[in-house]
C-alpha cells in the first residue's frame, strides 16, 4: 500500500515538470528582433509589462512561460508596426492596470498621486503662514523698539 | 484642545500601524481577474489539440451560452476539476477547450486518464488566445453567451460548490 501511494506521488510530482519543459518557447520569447531600433522599443516596453505569473518582475526579468509567451507578443506586434503604447493599452485592456509595471494615473490610483501633492501644498501653506508671522512680530518688535 | 492635538500623531501611528498588522493577517489575493468580461471575444482560430477533436474558434460561440475552459495536461489543478467539468457536460453544458502550452500526446493521455468533457479542444501553444482574452493561468473557465459576449469568469480550478454557480451563469447569459 505504502509503495503503491509512493509511487502515484512519484508520477504525481514528475508529471507537471516534465510537461512543461518539453514545449519549446514561442519564437520571440528568447530572440531579440533583428532591428536594434525595433528590439529597443521592444526592450523598453517589456521592463514596464508585469509578468502574470510572478507579480513582482516585469516580463522582461521573468523565465516564467507565461512571461515568454507575453514578450513573443510584445515583440511580433512591435515587428507588425504597432507602437509600444498601443501594444500596452491592449495588455491593460486585458488585465486591468495591475499588468502595467509603471504607475498609472487612473480613476483609483489618482489619490497615490494627489495626496503627496496635498501634503506638500498643506506643509507650505503652514510654514509660509508661520514664517511670515514671525517675520512681522519681528517688525513689529523692530518698530517698537 | 491643545492636548488632544498633541496625542493625534500618535494616534495616526497607532491607526497605520494597527491597518499594516491588519493586512498582513489577511490572505493576499493572487488572481488577476480578466477586465474582459461583458466584452467579445476576439477573433481566432486554434488547430485541433490532438486527432480526436476538432480545433476551436470565435465561429463556434453560437447558439446557446457554452464553457470556454482554458486548461493544460501538465496542470495539477485541471485533475482536480476534471469530475465537475465532466458533471457539467453530464448536465448537457457544451465545454469548448483550449489547451495552453501542449502537445498532442499529452493531451490525448490526460484525456484517457481523466476523462473528455469536450466538445472542441483548440491548441494554443504560445498562449495567444489566453492573453487575448485576459486569462492570467490554468485553470480558467469562462461563460461566453450565444453571440460570443464574456459574461463569467471563473480563477482557479472548479469545485463541486462552483458547478452550481456556473449552471446559473450559463442560464443568466441565454
Excluded at chain 1, 480613476?107 to 508661520?130: D, E, K, Q, Y
Excluded at chain 2, 489575493?29 to 482560430?45: H, K, N, R, Y
Excluded at chain 2, 486527432?51 to 493544460?72: C, E, H, Q, Y
Amino acid at each position: 500500500m505504502i509503495r503503491w501511494l509512493f509511487a502515484v506521488l512519484l508520477t504525481v510530482l514528475a508529471l507537471p515538470l516534465a510537461a512543461q519543459d518539453s514545449m519549446p518557447p514561442a519564437p520571440y520569447a528568447y530572440n531579440q528582433l533583428a532591428d536594434p531600433r525595433l528590439e529597443a522599443e521592444a526592450s523598453a516596453l517589456m521592463h514596464t509589462l508585469r509578468c502574470l505569473k510572478c507579480q513582482s518582475q516585469s516580463i522582461a526579468d521573468s523565465d516564467a512561460p507565461m512571461a515568454g509567451d507575453m514578450r513573443h507578443q510584445v515583440r511580433a506586434r512591435i515587428l507588425a508596426g504597432e507602437s509600444p503604447e498601443a501594444i500596452r493599452r491592449w495588455l491593460i485592456a486585458r488585465y486591468g492596470d495591475y499588468v502595467s509595471y509603471e504607475p498609472e494615473v487612473s480613476s483609483t490610483t489618482w489619490p497615490l498621486f494627489a495626496v503627496p501633492l496635498l501634503v506638500i501644498l498643506i506643509v507650505a501653506g503652514v510654514l509660509l503662514r508661520r514664517l511670515g508671522k514671525r517675520r512681522s512680530d519681528g517688525d513689529d518688535a523692530g518698530a517698537a523698539a | 484642545m491643545r492636548k488632544l492635538t498633541l496625542w493625534l500623531p500618535l494616534a495616526l501611528f497607532a491607526f497605520f500601524a494597527g491597518l499594516a498588522a491588519y493586512m498582513l493577517t489577511q490572505e493576499k489575493d493572487q488572481f488577476v481577474e480578466s477586465t474582459m468580461i461583458g466584452q467579445p471575444l476576439p477573433a481566432f482560430a486554434l488547430d485541433p489539440a490532438f486527432d480526436g477533436l476538432p480545433g476551436a474558434s470565435r465561429a463556434d460561440f453560437t447558439g446557446r451560452p457554452k464553457l470556454l475552459n482554458i486548461w493544460a495536461s501538465w496542470c495539477l489543478p485541471c485533475i482536480a476539476e476534471a469530475p465537475q467539468l465532466e458533471a457539467l457536460q453530464k448536465q448537457g453544458v457544451e465545454i469548448i477547450g483550449i489547451a495552453i502550452r501542449d502537445k498532442p500526446a499529452d493531451v490525448a493521455g490526460f484525456l484517457a486518464r481523466y476523462g473528455n468533457p469536450y466538445a472542441r479542444i483548440g491548441s494554443d501553444r504560445i498562449s495567444e488566445v489566453q492573453l487575448a482574452i485576459g486569462s492570467s493561468g490554468v485553470p480558467e473557465t469562462f461563460v461566453i453567451d450565444g453571440k460570443g459576449v464574456i459574461r463569467y469568469q471563473h480563477i482557479g480550478d472548479i469545485g463541486a460548490e462552483d458547478v452550481p454557480t456556473l449552471l446559473a451563469e450559463l442560464e443568466k447569459a441565454q
